[in-house]
C-alpha cells in the first residue's frame, strides 16, 4: 500500500477561494476584515512567519499591520499596544506573534488580548468556550489538522483517533475539537505523550493517528496500523540541505514527527512535511479574522 498523500498547499488554496468570497461580502457591508499582528524583536523565524501572515492577508483580500517593537519593549510596552489595539474598532484580529523575549510573560499579554478578536484562539476564555462545545475561535493549528481531515474524505466520527503530544498549541485543542458531539467531532480519542509507557500499543490502534511531539521521526512504521490515516503537525529543523531549485543554496531540512517514507507504505494517506498541516495554520488565522469580520459587519 502506497499512502494518498493529503496536500495541505492545496486545501489551504481551496480555502482561501472561498474566503476571498466572504470578504467581499464584508466590504460591501462597508467593513474591510483587519489583522493587527504584534512583534517583538527580530527573530530570524517570527519574521518568516509574520511575512508568511502579511502575504496571506493580501492574497485574500484582507488588511494587515504590523507592528514591531523592539527586543528591549517591556512587558508594560507590549500589554499598552494590545490594549490600544483592542479599542480600535477597524482591528478585528489581533495576533501577538510568540515566542516573546523572557522578560515578558507571555500568558499575561494573550489573556488581554479581547477574546472577540483572538484570532490564534489562546484565550482561556475560547479554549473554555471551545472545551464545552460552544467555540467563539479555534487554535489555527489543529483546526487545519481537522480541516484536512474533513476535506480529504477521512471526517473522524465514529473513528479511534489517537494524538500523540498533549500542548495547549495543539495536543489538548485537537483533543477538545475532536470528542465534541457534532459532524466535525463524534471520534473516541486517546491521547499519549513522553509519559505514555509502550505508546506503540495505543498507536497502533487508530484508524487516524496524529503526530504532535514534536520530535523528528518518533512515529515509525511498525506503531502504524495498516491502513491508518496519518497527520503529521510536527515541523522539526534537523539541519541544513542544497535547495531543490538551486542547489547551490542551502535550505533547512524539516522533518516532521513521522518517519514519512516507511509510514507511507503503510497508511492510506497521509500528510507531508512540509506542505501538510504547515499551510493550513495561516489559512485558517485568516479565516478567523474574517469571521470576526463577518459578526462585526453582521453577515455572520
Not at 487516524?208 to 512515529?219: D, F, K, N, S
Request: proline fraction near 7%; hydrophobic fraction near 40%.
Amino acid at each position: 500500500m502506497t499512502a494518498k498523500i493529503i496536500s495541505g498547499t492545496e486545501v489551504a488554496k481551496e480555502i482561501r477561494a472561498e474566503l476571498k468570497i466572504r470578504v467581499d461580502k464584508c466590504k460591501a457591508k462597508g467593513v474591510t476584515p483587519g489583522l493587527v499582528i504584534i512583534r517583538v524583536g527580530d527573530d530570524p523565524a517570527s519574521v518568516s512567519y509574520v511575512t508568511g501572515k502579511e502575504q496571506a492577508a493580501e492574497e485574500i483580500g484582507v488588511w494587515s499591520e504590523t507592528f514591531v517593537l523592539p527586543e528591549t519593549a517591556t512587558e508594560g510596552d507590549l500589554l499598552a499596544k494590545v490594549e490600544e489595539m483592542n479599542k480600535a474598532e477597524h482591528v478585528h484580529g489581533i495576533l501577538v506573534q510568540l515566542p516573546v523575549p523572557k522578560h515578558i510573560n507571555a500568558d499575561k499579554v494573550l489573556d488581554l488580548i479581547d477574546p472577540a478578536k483572538d484570532v490564534d484562539g489562546f484565550h482561556p476564555i475560547n479554549v473554555g468556550k471551545m472545551l464545552i462545545g460552544d467555540p467563539y475561535f479555534m487554535p489555527c493549528t489543529p483546526y487545519g489538522a481537522v480541516e484536512l481531515m474533513i476535506r480529504s474524505g477521512n471526517a473522524p466520527a465514529g473513528k479511534h483517533v489517537v494524538i500523540c503530544g498533549r500542548s495547549n498549541i495543539v495536543g489538548k485543542p485537537l483533543m477538545a475539537m475532536l470528542v465534541q458531539k457534532n459532524a466535525r467531532g463524534n471520534a473516541t480519542i486517546t491521547v499519549v505523550h513522553t509519559g505514555t509507557p509502550n505508546m506503540a500499543e495505543y498507536t497502533r490502534q487508530a484508524d487516524i493517528l496524529v503526530a504532535c511531539m514534536g520530535v523528528p521521526e518518533i512515529i515509525k512504521a511498525d506503531m502504524v496500523k495498516e491502513g491508518a490515516v496519518v497527520i503529521d503537525v510536527g515541523v522539526n529543523r534537523v539541519g541544513m540541505k542544497p535547495s531543490k531549485k538551486d542547489p547551490n543554496k542551502m535550505v533547512a531540512d524539516l522533518r516532521g514527527d513521522v518517519e514519512f517514507g516507511p509510514v507511507s507504505e503503510k497508511a492510506s494517506a497521509i500528510t507531508p512535511v512540509p506542505g501538510g498541516v504547515g499551510p493550513m495554520t495561516i489559512t485558517i488565522l485568516m479565516q478567523n479574522t474574517v469571521v470576526a469580520a463577518e459578526r462585526h459587519a453582521g453577515v455572520a
